[in-house]
């Protein structure tokens, strides 16, 4: 994967998520597979019984229960005691943890978005879902610097600060960046404004050392209740095709440094070659895919050629992430 300048870093709301596309996603949320208590007022129907004001059923009075809620008009028909239950509402807590890592800056070309772009395209995309349906919607982006948090919103009135923070640039930094599993094991166990258990997906390409397998364990234990996890893998098309870079000048005998450890390693680029590191490459997200099944995660190959809009209406949909 070579890496190139960006000629569509976005700088707009328009330009994260086109009104087109807006209008398009209205009628979608996100789903969770899990029940979590929510802990605020939601529109999302839960299977608790609680004090709404929304009827869902009657039970036989058992001594102790509160007497104001018994139906006497019930009791008026049948002479026996019936208490009401009442369907109670949660809300869903969506989180959103983006891959800021140097190598999520490759893939860019005249008319494909580096991965770093799309990645916040489809945070955006997935955050107005959550928005406009009244979820709580928190955002964490890792790896390049201090990492840095928007704590938890709610409503379509904060759709321009969930894209302010999407807008912002990561500030240089000399140190090493935060490892995957440190950055898993932080949030899991964060308070406060992270918000707790609920819906949480990862952008990433995954291209980490070590530590992959961790990370998800981290996101496993989660919080009490537990995170419903997708893991969403982003690749270039010149990641998912290395031959697609000899286009590019990606041939013969070249000089090949890691954009993240700038370590440097002279290779003679031929046909055995990809052939070797399109395997590897077949095992590494081989290996993702069946860390997150034996963890119950769901996990989504995306290639940056693919436009957001296409992701969000098939593969996301398939996946019953949105629906």
């Given at each position: ?309 296409a992701v969000i209406l098939d593969s996301l949909r398939r996946r019953r992430l949105v629906g």
């Amino acid at each position: 994967m070579l890496v190139r300048p960006e000629h569509d870093r976005p700088t707009t709301l328009e330009d994260l998520l086109p009104a087109e596309l807006a209008a398009r996603l209205d009628r979608f949320d996100v789903i969770s597979r899990k029940v979590f208590a929510g802990k605020m007022p939601g529109e999302r129907r839960s299977k608790r019984r609680g004090q709404s004001v929304e009827f869902d059923d009657y039970r036989q009075y058992t001594p102790g229960d509160d007497l104001r809620h018994v139906d006497w008009n019930v009791f008026a028909r049948l002479d026996r005691f019936f208490i009401k239950l009442f369907r109670e509402d949660e809300d869903l807590i969506v989180h959103l943890v983006i891959d800021a890592s140097a190598s999520m800056s490759g893939g860019a070309t005249d008319e494909i978005p580096s991965k770093a772009v799309y990645a916040r395209r489809l945070a955006m995309a997935l955050g107005y879902i959550g928005l406009v349906n009244q979820n709580r919607v928190v955002v964490e982006r890792f790896g390049a610097g201090p990492p840095r948090r928007l704590a938890a919103i709610r409503g379509r009135q904060n759709l321009d600060r969930l894209a302010a923070f999407l807008l912002e640039q990561d500030p240089p930094t000399d140190g090493p960046p935060e490892a995957f599993d440190h950055a898993m094991r932080r949030i899991a166990s964060a308070r406060g404004g992270w918000g707790g258990p609920g819906v949480l997906v990862v952008l990433s390409d995954f291209f980490f050392r070590e530590g992959i397998e961790r990370g998800l364990n981290y996101l496993r234990a989660g919080p009490r209740g537990g995170f419903d996890v997708c893991c969403v893998q982003i690749l270039s098309p010149g990641e998912m095709d290395p031959e697609a870079e000899l286009e590019h000048g990606l041939r013969g005998d070249v000089r090949l440094s890691d954009i993240e450890t700038n370590r440097a390693a002279e290779v003679t680029v031929s046909r055995a070659l990809l052939k070797r590191y399109a395997d590897r490459l077949r095992e590494h997200v081989g290996a993702i895919e069946r860390w997150c099944r034996v963890r119950q995660m769901r996990h989504v190959l995306l290639s940056t050629a693919v436009p957001v809009e296409a992701v969000i209406l098939d593969s996301l949909r398939r996946r019953r992430l949105v629906g």
